[in-house]
């Protein structure tokens, strides 16, 4: 913790960028203390992308404290909570962190999780934003629930629209998981955006949250000869698959589902990973100075580049903090009105605003994996 106290109070540019955010808001009468809950999937198979949420969500915590974003004397808490990746874990851990009276709360990990979960804090008319919930029916559950992760839907078709400019793709193969949300989501996301841009789909193949073999569906996918496969998958089955077709001799593109979006991919799938293309709704590339400050102090704090969902996640913590102080308030529903007048926020994901239905508004981009890092496809 002193090394990360150094780090970040030393960094000229961080508190350059920290003094634009505070702007001209007013010092809130904010409570001495204020909790908001997460709940991130630690162990399972969401665990990863949660190590790198809870980086993020400790980065801003820390920011906004060490600035005194909030006011002086305030002070931003979080409470985690594991909820293994199983949507009845997440439900009980939900109403434990509503017992704890948190303010707010971020996640589940999961959009299964969350399409069971979330409805217990909109009963109780607490504000949850998905960080990394790209589903359908997300913000359709109620008027408290938010995310600033771009739906599935979004950033599939940009994707596929990219893809088939620069890579000339006229038939596709499609392999879902078929027994989870997220990746029901992206399965129907794919199919729509083939379909808008006039690629064949050749082939549709489906797996079980769980697999290991998917010699079966690759094979009669190869034999289809398609330009590219599009895969809806967690990390863990998103490996496999990537690591089977390029031992089955597949030397088109794998194009990805926000299930890719994870440094895990290409460690783990290796060389196999190369040419691996998924939308992301974070464009790491981005000279925005937030961006900038925000990769800089990740980097030296945890020796690593952050990915999609540590920047999310980070960008969460910061929403609540903003509708907080322009609301003056802690109250759940005061909150929920600030997060609604969001626009054109700057942040780590770029310029951000929430729409009526409490869906994010900012752009996507596409990437590639090169020399086994994700750079932008351009």
């Not at 999780?113 to 504000?127: M, N």
């Not at 031992?247 to 991919?265: D, E, L, P, Q, S």
């Not at 980070?314 to 102080?325: C, E, Q």
Request: hydrophobic residues 45%; glycine residues 8%; aromatic residues 8%.
């Amino acid at each position: 913790m002193l090394i990360l106290r150094k780090t970040l109070v030393t960094s000229l540019l961080l508190l350059t960028v920290i003094a634009s955010l505070l702007g001209s808001c007013a010092k809130a009468e904010l409570p001495a203390t204020i909790s908001i809950g997460a709940l991130l999937s630690f162990t399972g198979s969401g665990s990863a992308y949660a190590m790198t949420q809870r980086n993020g969500i400790e980065l801003a915590i820390h920011e906004i404290n060490t600035s005194k974003f909030l006011g002086e004397g305030k002070e931003l808490k979080v409470i985690f909570a594991d909820t293994g990746s199983s949507a009845d874990t997440a439900v009980t851990a939900m109403q434990e962190l509503l017992d704890k009276n948190v303010a707010a709360i971020i996640g589940p990990t999961l959009s299964a999780e969350a399409l069971k979960a979330d409805p217990l804090a909109q009963k109780k008319g607490i504000p949850v934003m998905g960080i990394s919930n790209t589903a359908a029916g997300i913000t359709e559950m109620g008027d408290f629930v938010f995310r600033d992760s771009l739906p599935e839907s979004s950033v599939i078709d940009e994707t596929i629209k990219v893809v088939t400019a620069k890579l000339d793709t006229k038939k596709a193969a499609v392999l879902w998981g078929e027994s989870e949300a997220y990746t029901i989501a992206g399965y129907n996301a794919f199919t729509a955006a083939l379909k808008k841009y006039n690629v064949e789909i050749v082939k549709d193949s489906t797996f079980k949250l769980g697999d290991t073999d998917f010699k079966a569906q690759l094979d009669g996918i190869i034999a289809a000869n398609p330009d590219a496969i599009c895969v809806s998958a967690l990390a863990k089955e998103a490996i496999g698959i990537t690591k089977q077709a390029r031992a089955m001799g597949y030397t088109g593109a794998i194009i990805g589902g926000n299930g890719f979006n994870t440094k895990n991919v290409i460690t783990q799938a290796g060389a196999a990973a190369e040419g691996v293309i998924v939308g992301t709704a974070w464009n790491y590339e981005s000279q925005d100075p937030v961006n900038v400050s925000f990769i800089k102090a990740y980097r030296a704090i945890y020796g690593s580049q952050p990915d999609q969902f540590a920047t999310q996640a980070y960008t969460s913590v910061w929403l609540y903090a903003k509708a907080m102080l322009a609301g003056n308030s802690v109250s759940p529903k005061a909150i929920r009105s600030e997060l609604l007048k969001i626009q054109s926020y700057v942040t780590a994901l770029g310029e951000f605003s929430f729409t009526k239905d409490r869906e994010p508004h900012h752009i996507s981009a596409v990437q590639i994996v090169k020399d086994g890092a994700f750079i932008i496809l351009k």
